[in-house]
């Protein structure tokens, strides 16, 4: 099996790991990339599409639509994975629907999150959630922040779409979710120009479910916290532990997660199709809900 990575930051090189991990072949197309250890392409125009069974896109966000479009226009039975987001904001794209085309939502896979899901599944009596992500965006690289895509509206950072695995979650947890309120800003002393701080109210048939995401906390926190009749259920996902509270007793499960690991896990999933797999469909919900968020918050 032949894989190709467009954009090797990052992203690109955990990619890279994990499907070393389960015996591909890798190419990659990088402009900046100097090393000798791998075939190397500098533009993706000029690369023998069909040689390649499995295609990920892991440049800056601008470029996926038109990393998709030349990819999905050229190629037939191959499978097509779009870093997330998908893109910066909605837009109309028309698959030839000769592919298979993901969206790595990767967080969907993380052993603490199939707990909730299935949790979720089962406690009907839940009927409030809070996802929460806070995160100091100097800390995120090895390198000056101010300079990276995040912090740059036109290449498409900013926290909504950074951290658009709440927004994800959220739709693969609940059903028919309806925007209430958003804010969406940037407030804090970063020397940056994209968003900082997205808090989203939605509702999700008689469930209440907040979205509260942001870059400049100088603490790191991941949670999600369901709240149902008889129980509370804390998913810290920095510790990977899930504490249970009850009317009067406390339940704590441990769980065991790394990030290549996760991955190595997640493209075995692509490979088979897994329907847990995040699909066209579902990152344009998540970018409808960015794209009306951003208009709420205007307003």
Not at 73 to 81: E, M, Q, R, S
Request: hydrophobic share 35%; glycine share 4%.
């Amino acid at each position: 099996m032949k894989a190709l990575i467009i954009g090797f930051g990052s992203i690109g090189k955990k990619h890279y790991l994990a499907l070393k991990h389960l015996g591909y072949e890798v190419s990659i197309v990088s402009k900046s990339y100097n090393e000798n250890d791998l075939e190397c392409f500098r533009d993706l125009q000029k690369v023998k599409l069909e040689d390649f069974d499995l295609f990920i896109i892991a440049n800056i966000t601008i470029n996926h639509y038109e990393s998709l479009e030349i990819i999905d226009k050229n190629v037939k039975g191959k499978t097509i994975l779009v870093e997330k987001p998908l893109f910066e904001k909605y837009k109309d794209f028309y698959p030839s629907h000769d592919n298979y085309i993901f969206i790595a939502y990767l967080l969907r896979f993380h052993p603490l999150i199939q707990e909730i899901k299935t949790i979720v599944q089962n406690d009907h009596s839940i009927y409030f959630a809070e996802f929460n992500c806070s995160s100091y965006l100097p800390n995120w690289r090895a390198c000056d922040y101010t300079q990276n895509y995040s912090a740059k509206k036109e290449l498409g950072g900013g926290v909504l779409l950074d951290l658009s695995h709440e927004l994800d979650l959220a739709f693969y947890f609940f059903e028919k979710l309806k925007l209430l309120y958003a804010q969406n800003l940037k407030i804090s002393e970063l020397k940056i120009n994209s968003d900082d701080f997205a808090f989203l109210s939605l509702k999700s048939r008689e469930k209440l479910i907040h979205i509260k995401l942001d870059y400049f906390s100088k603490f790191t926190k991941r949670e999600i916290v369901l709240y149902s009749q008889d129980k509370t259920y804390k998913a810290d996902l920095i510790d990977n532990k899930l504490y249970i509270y009850g009317l009067d007793a406390l339940q704590v499960k441990e769980y065991q997660s790394d990030t290549i690991k996760n991955l190595t896990n997640f493209h075995q999933k692509v490979l088979e199709k897994d329907d847990n797999v995040c699909n066209l469909n579902n990152a344009f919900d998540v970018l409808n809900l960015c794209d009306e968020a951003k208009r709420r918050s205007s307003e």
